[in-house]
């Protein structure tokens, strides 16, 4: 099969689909990788180290989309992308359709087949490709906050670990997944008083089994939220439906009790956002505010530190990758339920069920449109 690698071209988006590692493993199996002229090369990896593995380098994405049968990229397609996309080709990458109505439309109108990274499931029911990047954007939603919360930055000049005799921040985190989790791991390691707010309890135990009194846990229905929010100084926006635009949790309501200078980092932005005030933003201009409350809403938060996002992802993907490669995707598909599951967009059809009713398309069910 012949793979093609595009260069990212999202605002401040310096990952990539394939490393020069991932390339290699491909190329063993018998298939073709071209990648586009520096498309590595934000992550560290430049031209040569494609080329020593057996890769062409290309100048154009137009080419990549062109002559390959499969396009691997990290961020959804923009629109110039889709515009180049064609029947029959497979896209492997995020896609976060139910935040995205004119990408969902685009995908329809291009019938290729469009698998997304965030869908596919596991035996256990988790996301193992949305995992890595949830992991990572969990970790920087601190670096963000703490940061964010610096007076030269509009926040309220707070120091997340406070200083002897000084009480540290108060940081509540909302959802006590992947992204929760690895937020809890750097706010605690920097001495926050941190509370996690999930509507399981079983999942409230395991965290606290890890964290033990580092952590203050929340049952959602029986927690008072606008009262939790109003005392906190660093908000983390961590709830995610798979496939799903994000709850609404936090209401304008509840932002204009925070305090002034508080800060929300919008972690679930890529599928809405959990924040009623949140709008997406980029890397180069990161917050805004409202209320006097500084809102974090980077859409692609682990592009920040595009070198390791990039191996990270790439560790969980190629299996993926190289099922669809050797076996074509009709067979990977159809032998894995799992990884069925990622299948979102099929030759003009909708195959995610959630995507069809946020819009209103037609809907197949994924087995249903490989059979």
Do not use: W
């Amino acid at each position: 099969m012949l793979i093609g690698v595009p260069s990212e071209i999202k605002e401040q988006e310096s990952r990539v689909g394939l490393t020069p590692n991932s390339v290699k493993k491909l190329i063993n199996h018998g298939h073709s990788v071209i990648v586009e002229n520096n498309a590595g090369y934000g992550a560290g990896f430049d031209n040569s180290s494609y080329e020593s593995v057996g890769a062409k380098i290309t100048k154009q994405a137009s080419d990549i989309f062109n002559d390959s049968e499969m396009i691997i990229k990290v961020k959804e397609p923009l629109e110039n992308e889709v515009s180049m996309l064609k029947n029959n080709q497979i896209l492997f990458t995020y896609l976060h359709l139910a935040a995205a109505a004119k990408l969902t439309e685009g995908l329809i109108k291009s019938k290729a087949i469009c698998i997304a990274y965030e869908t596919v499931t596991d035996v256990n029911n988790r996301l193992p490709l949305l995992a890595p990047m949830s992991a990572v954007a969990g970790r920087m939603s601190i670096q963000a906050g703490a940061h964010s919360l610096e007076k030269n930055q509009k926040g309220r000049g707070l120091l997340l670990g406070g200083a002897p005799g000084v009480d540290p921040a108060n940081v509540v985190i909302l959802g006590g997944g992947v992204v929760g989790e690895n937020a809890a791991l750097i706010a605690t390691g920097m001495r926050a008083k941190v509370y996690i707010v999930d509507k399981s309890e079983k999942r409230l135990e395991q965290l606290k089994s890890i964290f033990g009194d580092k952590i203050i846990p929340q049952l959602s229905e029986k927690t008072d939220l606008k009262k939790l929010i109003s005392n906190c100084d660093l908000l983390i926006g961590g709830v995610l439906i798979p496939g799903a635009e994000a709850p609404k949790l936090v209401t304008k309501d509840m932002i204009k009790t925070m305090k002034r200078g508080s800060v929300i980092v919008d972690v679930a932005i890529d599928q809405g956002g959990c924040v009623e005030t949140s709008k997406a933003t980029t890397h180069a201009n990161p917050t805004y505010i409202v209320d006097d409350v500084v809102h974090y809403c980077v859409a692609n938060m682990p592009g920040g530190v595009p070198r390791t996002s990039t191996l990270a992802l790439n560790k969980a993907t190629i299996p993926f990758l190289s099922k669809l490669a050797n076996e074509g995707y009709k067979k990977a598909l159809k032998k894995d339920k799992n990884f069925l599951a990622g299948l979102n967009v099929h030759k003009g059809i909708v195959t995610y069920k959630a995507v069809a009713d946020v819009f209103g398309h037609q809907y197949i069910s994924p087995s249903e449109a490989i059979n």
